[in-house]
């Protein structure tokens, strides 16, 4: 085939979609402060919340008043641990909130932005878990169940349970619906952060019963530098970044007029065009995945097999490093990332797939394919004609067995 | 708008690091083997990488030279450079290259991926030294490529290498081997980094 530019990396972010695109440069007219009182603002402002009624849909929020609109799922995810150290924190020895909830369960393949803000309350003292995952990256239900039952676990009652949806390296999907039921009869809040489930999954944050989801708009097609938080109606939530009086004072600053009408129009498109996305990106997937199979010997599928993200393929090539493979595919034109050291600026490598327990040579060769809406067949059948030779290529000239692990 | 241009945009790498990567010399073709008089690995697969150098010897003169790597770019490159350079040199001389001079003559490394190219000398070295261990010359080129780190105590680099090898594998079991930066300190910085790195290398 001839050469062609192949975009897997859907998981880092999405193209901008053309009717976005459209709406955002025509709303640039509109240039009122949305939070003024005169005719145009309120104009600015009319806009702002038929977004936010979009992104309440999307997510299934009871009300739009559910949304918080921040600069991204960082800020979000920052909002919320921010809000348990308020809540949690003690001054002159003694609780600022009634009863000593002080525990943070979370999970060891979270987004650094979970991680890094749950290390700082462990910080701050307060007791926090790292749940582990199996070796197909699913949290045990058991593991959560013990963790909040102050009977049989350290640190006492628990105030928050923060669980992400879906994994953006292996794609794994949590059972969320089960991981809130036990989080709420332990009386804890529930956080999950959505960035990567919503719009390639159906996503209910009411039926699940989560306090807190956190979104990121990039991710669906639409601008960067616009999130939110969704937070259940009754649930505490202090603001992270203080001034004005938006977002019902949760959230300070002049709207972003055109990032929250990219973000409601991308959120709507991507509401209705789930279940035909899911669908057809799943059979993408499973194709390549089975192709791949037979096409590379002595390679491992990380992640769940039917849990997952319908774009999400994480694949190990033992005796090949990931960053020459990834550099390898760039030179073909495919963009991909990968879980190596080498690839991170650190020496360690993927934190998400050394917790499934596969091991340093399986993670520092690993390849994370994303795929999106733009991904053709076409585009499949091109990386599966340049991937073989490379993994070949990079195994010939290797030290390291390809034989996987046990 | 082109952004073709800036230097953020140019493939990662140098213009010799990629000829280097995507066409690496001398790498050993397990369809053809490879008749040698020495071999040396070093590194380790915890940290990503791993590299076995071949050499084939006349008179002291390295005549010919095939190697192996599980590596990043980087490494490929550094080694495919690296065994480029060391052919028909005399092994007193091989012994003395260092990480630097390997990335120099690539055109540079970016900074985070020198640590990718260190190990095709430390694997070079492995293979001289086994050359002469076979043939009773063992440690002949010792303390002909030392560099002091310490001058208080007068420590050199190589004797964190042996620390490491022997076990070291933080600051305080390096201190305790070497009593390194035990006086003024002033050597900690530099003495850290060459422990990480040799960390990498021997700490399997």
């Not at chain 1, 990032?259 to 669908?279: C, H, M, N, T, V």
Request: include cysteine; hydrophobic fraction near 40%.
């Amino acid at each position: 085939m001839d050469k062609r530019f192949v975009y897997m990396d859907y998981n880092a972010t999405t193209p901008l979609r053309e009717e976005v695109k459209a709406a955002m440069i025509e709303d640039f007219e509109v240039y009122a402060n949305a939070s003024s009182m005169h005719e145009a603002g309120r104009r600015a402002y009319a806009r702002v919340d038929r977004a936010r009624s979009h992104v309440a849909s999307l997510i299934g929020a009871k009300t739009p008043a559910e949304i918080v609109f921040t600069s991204g799922g960082s800020e979000s995810n920052n909002t919320v641990f921010n809000t348990m150290y308020d809540l949690g924190r003690q001054e002159n020895g003694k609780f600022v909130t009634k009863g000593p909830r002080r525990k943070i369960i979370t999970t060891a393949i979270e987004h650094p932005c979970v991680l890094n803000s749950a290390h700082r309350l462990a910080d701050e003292g307060f007791p926090v878990v790292f749940l582990g995952v199996d070796d197909l990256g699913r949290i045990d239900i058991s593991d959560l169940e013990r963790e909040l039952d102050p009977a049989r676990s350290e640190g006492g009652p628990t105030l928050l349970v923060s669980v992400m949806t879906a994994n953006n390296e292996i794609g794994t999907i949590q059972d969320m619906e089960a991981i809130a039921a036990l989080a709420k009869a332990a009386g804890a809040y529930v956080h999950t952060d959505a960035v990567q489930a919503a719009g390639k999954i159906h996503v209910d944050a009411s039926a699940w019963g989560v306090d807190y989801l956190t979104l990121s708009c990039h991710k669906i097609y639409g601008p960067k530098g616009i999130g939110a938080l969704y937070v259940r109606k009754g649930a505490p939530i202090l603001p992270l970044i203080r001034g004005g009086h938006q977002e019902a004072g949760i959230r300070a600053g002049t709207y972003n007029n055109q990032g929250i009408l990219g973000f409601g129009l991308a959120a709507e498109l991507a509401l209705r065009e789930q279940p035909d996305y899911e669908s057809r990106l799943r059979g993408l997937r499973n194709r390549f995945r089975d192709a791949v199979l037979a096409s590379v010997p002595d390679v491992r599928v990380n992640g769940h097999p039917t849990k997952v993200l319908p774009n999400t393929i994480d694949i190990s090539f033992p005796g090949a490093e990931g960053e020459a493979i990834l550099l390898s595919l760039d030179l073909e034109g495919i963009e991909v990332s990968t879980g190596s050291a080498c690839a991170s600026g650190s020496l360690e490598p993927s934190h998400v797939l050394m917790a499934t327990g596969v091991g340093p040579q399986l993670a520092h060769g690993s390849i994370r394919f994303s795929m999106g809406k733009y991904t053709t067949e076409e585009d499949v059948a091109y990386v599966l004609e340049k991937l073989p030779p490379i993994i070949k290529r990079l195994r010939r000239m290797s030290t390291v067995p390809s034989t996987i692990e046990a | 708008m082109s952004d073709t241009n800036d230097a953020a945009f140019q493939w990662l790498y140098s213009p010799i690091v990629k000829e280097h990567f995507t066409n690496p010399k001398n790498v050993f073709d397990p369809d053809q083997g490879f008749e040698h008089d020495a071999e040396g690995i070093v590194g380790n697969i915890k940290c990503g990488d791993q590299m076995m150098f071949m050499l084939r010897i006349k008179d002291d003169v390295i005549v010919d030279v095939r190697w192996k790597t599980y590596g990043c770019a980087s490494a490929i490159a550094s080694t495919s450079m690296l065994s480029e350079v060391i052919k028909g040199m005399n092994i007193r001389e091989a012994y003395t290259i260092k990480p630097a001079d390997i990335a120099k003559s690539l055109g540079g490394l970016p900074e985070n991926k020198i640590h990718c190219s260190v190990l095709g000398d430390k694997a070079l070295r492995a293979a001289i030294d086994t050359y002469l261990e076979k043939r009773g010359r063992a440690g002949e080129f010792k303390g002909e490529d030392v560099v002091v780190i310490c001058n208080c105590l007068n420590i050199t680099d190589k004797d964190i290498e042996q620390a490491v090898k022997d076990g070291a594998r933080n600051w305080d079991q390096l201190q305790a081997a070497t009593k390194i930066g035990t006086v003024c300190g002033g050597c900690k910085g530099r003495a850290e980094e060459l422990l990480h790195e040799y960390v990498h290398i021997f700490g399997s």
